[in-house]
């Protein structure tokens, strides 16, 4: 049976966020800040305890083994009853001391320590020694043989170990939770100036999202924020390029489109002035060359709006990855130029060349500069297009040259910019957009174009492109 897969989720409705994701970053750090050093805090706490704890037991019972045993060596005395006792029944402080005998006698002192079977083995010689812990009055018994047949038994209250302990654990206590608070503190600290570049950052976005402002972030540092924040500006001043690419775009596309549409209306609201039962009639050839100017103008619109489209297409940044002949573009844009302008001649020499790149825009761009030479090209001209390798760079370049009446030398730097078009350009058909279109094109793929004069007098256009050598590979 097979299982059915899961359903797509939901990107129009997305799950609500969980209460973590509810938490601020800020309070994030924080709290994580304090329960690292809690934990830090409690392990070092609890280690240092419990080693002075088994350190202060130790010392106690190697100090309470120390003096029974000298108390079971020292010297004897005779009391009153003819016992002889050890000397320690009446030197001895904070301690009480009996001598157990074998029978179960005991002798010493009212304040006798906590007896039980195991001092009681040892007064018999059946254990060595015993050192016990007597939870009824809370001290630490020692027994050790003393004599023949006798046991010194000795005891110490726990309490003063006890006590000091209560006020060890009181200290870790109290230094821990200031170390906690102390590391929340800092952790609050840390966490609102390091996360002042990102409210700035998120200050931004929204001032971006209501105003359109594109001004730059101010940038300190050199840290992972300020790169971000440079990251952020480079965006802010991508997307203001973008902005004004678009806007001289629309400006200079109304410009243009405006006096076709002029003209058109005009020629149109003639004709239909024309067209009513009181109107004067229009002469044929008027007519007709009303006609003609308006075929004409539909033909200027579209070429503009083609080109329009295509340079929009080209402003957007698109990834190249296609691997492309440059010699098969060349002679694919050659053959719809020669279908174009039949009555030129073009001579063309290539050498082969592959790069990465788009192959449709790139015939685009040839195309264009072959229409702008065909264009300028006197009736029967010859348009000479190379394809030659720069020695040295890594780099081809495509010559178009023409036999019209050239670029003059102030209109060179402009020729490339959109919608410009020359003194002597303004009487020709054309959008001005064409050059500008082989511009894009060649800059999109690391390249770059340049207008010269030509050896056979006209103009020269020279498009820049990197590559490799088809030979070169090869060898």
């Known amino acids: 049976m097979a299982v059915p897969a899961p359903p797509p989720p939901d990107l129009d409705n997305p799950p609500p ?12 750090v924080t709290w994580l800040a304090a329960m690292c050093v809690a934990g830090a805090v409690a392990l070092v706490s609890v280690g240092a305890f419990v080693t002075v704890r088994d350190s202060l037991y130790q010392q106690l019972d190697d100090s309470l083994t120390e003096r029974a045993v000298e108390a079971a060596e020292g010297p004897l005395v005779r009391t009153a ?35 039980s079977v195991l001092e009681l083995s040892v007064a018999k010689g059946e254990v060595q020694r015993s050192l016990r812990t007597d939870k009824a009055s809370n001290s ?19 309490q003063p170990t006890q006590r000091t302990l209560a006020q060890l654990s009181v200290v870790l206590v109290v230094m821990g939770g200031a170390g906690i608070l102390l590391a929340a503190a800092a952790g609050t600290a840390v966490a609102r100036a390091g996360l002042r570049p990102v409210q700035r950052l998120t200050a931004a976005t929204e001032r971006v999202a209501l105003t359109g402002d594109l001004r730059p972030i101010p940038v300190s540092g050199d840290d ?52 009513r ?55 694919r844009a050659l053959g719809r130029a020669r279908r174009r302008a039949p009555r030129t001649e073009f001579d063309v020499r290539l050498h082969p060349w592959v790069m990465m790149g788009d192959a449709t825009a790139l015939e685009r761009a040839v195309l264009n500069l072959l229409d702008n030479a065909a264009k300028w090209s006197p009736e029967g001209g010859h348009v000479r297009v190379d394809l030659h390798p720069e020695e040295g760079t890594g780099l081809t370049a495509l010559e178009v040259a023409d036999g019209g009446p050239g670029i003059t030398e102030a209109d060179r730097p402009y020729v490339f910019e959109r919608f410009y078009r020359s003194s002597d350009a303004r009487t020709l058909p054309g959008s001005g957009l064409g050059l500008s279109i082989v511009k894009q094109v060649a800059e999109r793929h690391g390249g770059s174009v340049l207008a010269a004069e030509a050896p056979e007098g ?10 490799n050598s088809q030979q070169n590979e090869q060898q």
């Open 17 to 28: 966020p969980s209460r973590l994701q509810r938490v601020s970053l800020r309070n994030r």
């Open 140 to 158: 630490r018994v020692v027994a050790v043989p003393t004599g023949r047949n006798a046991a010194l038994v000795m005891s110490t209250s726990l």
């Open 458 to 467: 006209g103009a020269l256009l020279r498009m820049t492109l990197p590559g």
């Open 81 to 115: 009853d003819l016992q002889q006792v050890p000397v320690a029944f009446f030197v001895a402080t904070n301690f009480k001391i009996n001598v157990l005998s074998g029978d179960g006698t005991v002798f010493g002192p009212e304040q006798r320590p906590p007896m």
């Open 277 to 331: 039962p009181d109107a004067p009639a229009l002469s044929e050839q008027d007519r007709q060359e009303m006609f003609s100017d308006v075929q004409a103008q539909v033909e200027e619109l579209s070429a503009l709006v083609g080109d329009l489209v295509e340079l929009a297409r080209e402003d957007t940044p698109q990834a190249v990855h296609e691997t492309v002949d440059l010699v098969d573009v060349v002679e």
């Open 224 to 275: 992972e924020l300020a790169r971000l924040t440079a990251s952020f500006n480079g965006m802010l001043s991508a997307l203001a390029e973008s902005q004004e690419r678009q806007r001289r775009l629309v400006a200079d596309a109304g410009h243009e489109l405006r006096t076709p549409l002029t003209s058109l209306r005009t020629n149109l609201e003639l004709l239909l002035a024309a067209a």
